[in-house]
């Protein structure tokens, strides 16, 4: 069975920093990108960032370029979020995912990911 579990969440307060992490198993995920999205509560679910098959190319969205930083340790079949500076608008669900294409460099659409964690709950207080 594979399954991605996310965790690390947890109620912070502006200003803060937090590392999400995202752990596989059923299966190696070591030859396609990862990433991370994220559903605040009325809201549909948003990029927040990728990173390829071997970890060597990132990308992260706009509204969170210069505090947000993800990195993939494919020996332990693990992908990070390191958040930092924390804001009331970051509040939501996290969600990891392994996407599709083998030996890619990621994406920002939710439709070419093909395996998803249950989410952690992240929560900035001002």
């Known amino acids: 069975q594979v399954q991605l579990v996310a965790s690390g969440g947890r109620l912070v307060q502006a200003g803060d920093s937090l590392t999400l992490s995202c752990a596989a198993s059923g299966r190696a995920f070591e030859r396609v990108p990862r990433g991370w999205f994220r559903q605040a509560p009325g809201e549909g679910r948003a990029f927040v960032a990728h990173?390829?098959?071997?970890?060597?190319?990132?990308y992260v969205a706009d509204s969170v370029k210069g505090r947000f930083t993800i990195s993939r340790d494919n020996a332990k079949n693990t992908v990070d979020l390191r958040m930092d500076n924390l804001k009331p608008e970051d509040t939501a669900v996290y969600y990891c995912a392994a996407g599709r294409q083998q030996y890619g460099l990621g994406h920002s659409l939710a439709s070419e990911y093909d395996y998803w964690g249950q989410g952690t709950q992240v929560t900035v207080s001002s």
């Open positions: 990173v390829s098959w071997n970890g060597g190319y990132t």
